[in-house]
C-alpha cells in the first residue's frame, strides 16, 4: 500500500505511475476521501473538545445554583452529532482504503517503461544443449519414462494437473532438499508454512482485493490455498515491530502453490508448463530501506547459483513497469532454455517490493534513531518445479530415450545417474 502523503504530495506521478504499470488507480477518489476524512476528524475532534471542556463546567454551574438544563440539551445534541461523524467517518475510512488496497505499487525509477518490447536482458549463462538428434519435449519423454501421468491428472482432477511417478516423483524430492540444502548453506532460515492462509495474509502480501479470481479460496472456512510461499512466510510477521538488528532476515520455504489462472493466456498449456498445482521453493528478505536494492541483486545471484549448479542454461531479464506485477516496484525474471519446447520458460520471478507490503502488513523496525519504519520485504522463486523438472527431462535426454540427471542432484537420487 502506498502512503497517503505521498498520493497527496504527488497525485499526478502517482497517476503516471499506475498507467505504466497497465492499472488505473483512482487517484482522485483517494483524495477526495482523504479530504472528507480529515474534515470529519477535525469537527468530531473539535465537538469532542467542546463537550469535554462544557463537562468540566457542569459541576461548577450546579455548585453556583445556575441552570444546566440547557447545557445537557446542547451537549446531548453535541454527542448525537459526533456519533453521526464516527459513523461517516468509520465508512469513510473502509472507502478510502479499499480504494488505496487496490493503487499498486510505483516503479522504481531504473525500471524502463513499457510493455514487454522494453524488457531488458541483463545477461545470460549457458549454451543450448547440443543434441545429435530431434529432443522430445517433457510430455512426451516423461510419460514414455513412466515418470510423468497427465491422463491420470487429468482424470482426478480435471485438466491443469498431473501425477509425478517413480523417477520423477524422486526427481522432484531430490530438486526441493537440493534447493533448500545450496539456501540454508548461504545462511536463509528454512521455514515449513501453512498452505492454507487467512484474507489479512493475502491482503498483505497484494494478492487481494486486486486477485481475487485467479486465487482457490474455501469458503466455508474463511481461507485461501496459496498461490505461493511468499504470503505465508512474508505474513509471518504481520503487525509485529521486528528488533533492528534482526535485519536482514532471509528465509526460505518449500510449498506446493495453486492458481486458477492456469492456461488462461491460451498459451504454454502443454505438459507442465502452466498448471492449478505446482511446487516451489520461495525466498523471502525483509531488509532495511537503504539496502534493498543491493539486496535484490543478491537475491538475483542466488536464484542463479540453483541453474548453474543444475547446469540449465538461463537469462536474466529485467521486466519493464507494463511487465511488474502489481506489488513490485522491481523485477527480474530468469528463464531457463528448455530443448525440447524450443524456448525460454520463465522459471523465477525476483522482486523488490519496498515497504508496499510492509505497510500493508504493518510490520515495522525501529532505526538507530529509535524511530519507527518500514522494512522493504523481497522475495523471488529458487525454484519452480513445475519448469524446472520440464527443462531436465528435455535438456538431458539422450538419443535412447533416457535422461541423464545432474551431477549435482546424483547424491539426492541415491547415486542413480539415468532415468529410463
Not at 445556575?66 to 467517518?89: H, K
Not at 481475487?212 to 466455508?220: A, C, G, K, L, P
Not at 474463511?222 to 509471518?236: D, F, R
Request: hydrophobic content about 40%.
Amino acid at each position: 500500500m502506498l502512503d497517503i502523503k505521498v498520493i497527496r504530495d504527488n497525485p499526478e506521478f502517482v497517476k503516471q505511475a499506475s498507467v505504466n504499470k497497465n492499472d488505473k488507480a483512482d487517484v482522485d477518489a483517494i483524495l477526495e476521501l482523504d479530504s472528507q476524512r480529515r474534515s470529519l476528524i477535525a469537527e468530531a475532534d473539535e465537538l469532542k473538545a467542546e463537550r469535554n471542556a462544557v463537562s468540566a463546567e457542569i459541576p461548577k454551574r450546579k455548585k453556583a445554583g445556575e441552570p444546566v438544563e440547557e447545557v445537557f440539551a446542547r451537549m446531548r445534541a453535541v454527542g448525537q452529532r459526533i456519533d453521526a461523524l464516527d459513523e461517516t467517518l468509520r465508512k469513510t475510512e473502509a472507502e478510502l482504503e479499499d480504494l488505496q488496497l487496490s493503487t499498486p505499487n510505483i516503479p522504481h525509477e531504473s525500471v524502463q517503461v513499457g510493455g514487454e518490447e522494453k524488457n531488458k536482458i541483463v545477461r545470460q549463462w549457458g549454451e543450448a544443449p547440443k543434441l545429435d538428434f530431434e529432443p522430445r519435449p517433457h510430455w512426451e519423454i516423461g510419460p514414455a519414462l513412466g515418470a510423468l501421468d497427465f491422463e491420470a491428472g487429468a482424470k482426478v482432477s480435471g485438466s491443469g494437473f498431473y501425477f509425478l511417478k517413480g523417477d520423477g516423483a524422486k526427481l522432484q524430492r531430490a530438486l526441493i532438499s537440493y534447493m533448500l540444502d545450496t539456501h540454508v548453506a548461504d545462511g536463509f532460515v528454512e521455514i515449513t508454512a501453512p498452505y492454507l492462509v487467512n484474507s489479512a495474509s493475502m491482503t498483505g502480501t497484494g494478492q487481494l482485493p486486486k486477485m481475487q479470481d485467479d486465487m482457490y479460496q474455501v469458503e466455508r472456512d474463511g481461507l485461501w490455498l496459496i498461490p505461493t510461499g511468499e504470503v505465508p512466510v512474508t505474513n509471518m510477521h504481520r503487525d509485529e515491530i521486528l528488533p533492528a538488528e534482526s535485519l536482514p532476515i532471509s528465509y526460505v520455504a518449500y510449498t506446493p502453490c495453486f492458481r486458477r489462472e492456469a492456461g488462461a493466456a491460451g498459451k504454454d498449456t502443454r505438459g507442465m508448463i502452466r498448471v492449478h498445482q505446482f511446487d516451489k521453493v520461495e525466498m523471502v528478505k525483509f531488509v532495511r530501506p537503504e539496502e534493498s536494492y543491493d539486496e535484490l541483486e543478491k537475491l538475483v545471484v542466488q536464484a542463479e547459483k540453483i541453474l548453474q549448479g543444475l547446469e540449465i542454461p538461463y537469462r536474466v531479464t529485467q521486466l519493464a513497469t507494463g511487465e511488474l506485477s502489481f506489488a513490485s516496484a522491481k523485477t527480474y525474471d530468469l528463464d531457463l532454455w528448455a530443448a525440447g519446447c524450443k524456448s525460454w520458460l520463465e522459471i523465477s520471478s525476483i522482486s523488490n517490493f519496498e515497504a508496499f507490503q510492509s505497510r500493508r502488513m504493518n510490520t515495522r523496525f525501529r532505526t538507530a534513531d529509535k524511530k519507527l519504519a518500514f522494512p522493504h520485504t523481497l522475495n523471488g522463486s529458487g525454484l519452480a518445479l513445475a519448469r524446472l523438472i520440464p527443462a531436465i527431462l528435455e535438456n538431458f535426454q539422450t538419443a535412447a530415450g533416457k535422461v541423464r540427471i545432474p551431477d549435482a542432484l546424483i547424491p539426492y537420487m541415491g547415486g542413480k545417474k539415468i532415468i529410463e
